[in-house]
């Protein structure tokens, strides 16, 4: 059973930063695309960014030039890096590839 898990959420002001960490118990990530999705409360889950096997990456509009999503050197890591961070961006972070989804990371964007 492939197990994708996540890390490094947390409280952080307006402005700042935190990188995501999404960690793959095989090598699933070499073989499908991998997205990151949040998920506010009393909202739907929504796709973030998302990169490719070939390393493609695509974001929503409201993150563009502010996240990004990458490879670690390791291959079973994909990591989100998210910068000048809003408070709208406070929700639930998952990451998913094929059909499987990690447990959740929360970060709050707050003063």
């Known amino acids: 059973q492939v197990q994708l898990v996540e890390s490094g959420g947390g409280l952080v002001q307006p402005g700042g930063s935190l990188n995501l960490s999404c960690t793959a118990s095989g090598s699933i990530f070499g073989v499908y695309a991998v997205g990151w999705w949040r998920q506010a409360p009393g909202r739907r889950r929504d796709l973030v960014a998302a990169?490719?096997?070939?390393?493609?990456?695509n974001y929503i509009d409201s993150v563009k030039g502010r996240f990004t999503i990458a490879r670690g050197n390791a291959r079973n890591v994909v990591y989100l890096l998210m910068n000048s961070l809003k408070p709208e961006d406070t929700a639930t972070y998952y990451c998913?590839?094929?059909?499987?989804w990690g447990q959740g990371t929360q970060v709050t964007v707050s003063s």
């Open positions: 998913k590839s094929s059909e499987f």
């Open positions: 990169i490719t096997t070939t390393d493609k990456t």
